[in-house]
T-cell receptor
Framework: GNSVTQMEGPVTLSEEAFLTINCTYT??????LFWYVQYPGEGLQLLLK?????DKGSNKGFEATYRKETTSFHLEKGSVQVSDSAVYFC?????????????FGQGTELSVKP | GAVVSQHPSWVICKSGTSVKIECRSL??????MFWYRQFPKQSLMLMAT?????????EQGVEKDKFLINHASLTLSTLTVTSAHPEDSSFYIC??????????FGNGTRLTVT
């Protein structure tokens, strides 16, 4: 079946540290991949996306590259800020249902300390 | 600004009563909306796909008589939790697809059943 697996949290970092949150997926067909961020008490916001292999999504200093060979879409940021503290979800949707039904990973909580 | 509005943002109800949650797409028409449920510290679980003018499609294990979904117009879908019990307490999130763009999520509704 189709699924997304993320590294377990919580992840605690100091401000300006380098961030990596691992995400791997299993899918039939050719999925589009997403990272969503959820701040406390809020819904989800799209952070970045990639729709085909080798695409790099980027936004607000975050980056993730669609790696078909390793079925991965790891999230990275060179220097985190306290305001980046949130829960991050990796997700996929299949090409035939573009932008529709999303399958989420379990989420990774990030806590950035000053 | 927000493109999907969800109301109420939080609600407390007594066991046995019903609660209605609204999801509105702002300034765009959404033929399809999705309802998710999120338990504390866990991922989002898709409950159902709401289709304008037709019956909702429920995911396996979701009680359709318990979680009534009505998509009466192109901008409004409602989720009614009928005869709510404490185990229905959760964070409910809707999303809608805007043409040629990824899903937009509402800010969620925190339901507490006492």
């Amino acid at each position: 079946g189709n699924s997304v697996t993320q590294m377990e949290g919580p992840v605690t970092l100091s401000e300006e540290a380098f961030l990596t949150i691992n995400c791997t997926y299993t899918a039939t067909g050719y999925p589009s991949l997403f990272w969503y961020v959820q701040y406390p008490g809020e819904g989800l916001q799209l952070l970045l996306k990639a729709t085909k292999a080798d695409d790099k999504g980027s936004n607000k200093g975050f980056e993730a590259t669609y790696r078909k060979e390793t079925t991965s879409f790891h999230l990275e940021k060179g220097s985190v800020q306290v305001s980046d503290s949130a829960v991050y979800f990796c997700a996929l949707t299949l090409a035939y249902n573009q932008g529709g039904k999303l399958i989420f990973g379990q989420g990774t909580e990030l806590s950035v300390k000053p | 600004g927000a493109v999907v509005s969800q109301h109420p943002s939080w609600v407390i109800c007594k066991s046995g009563t019903s609660v209605k949650i609204e999801c509105r797409s702002l300034d765009f028409q959404a033929t399809t909306m999705f309802w998710y449920r999120q338990f504390p510290k866990q991922s989002l679980m898709l409950m159902a796909t709401s289709n304008e003018g037709s019956k909702a499609t429920y995911e396996q294990g979701v009680e359709k008589d318990k979680f009534l979904i009505n998509h009466a117009s192109l901008t409004l879908s409602t989720l009614t939790v009928t005869s709510a019990h404490p185990e229905d307490s959760s964070f409910y999130i809707c999303s809608a697809r805007r043409t040629d763009s990824p899903l937009h999520f509402g800010n969620g509704t925190r339901l507490t059943v006492t």
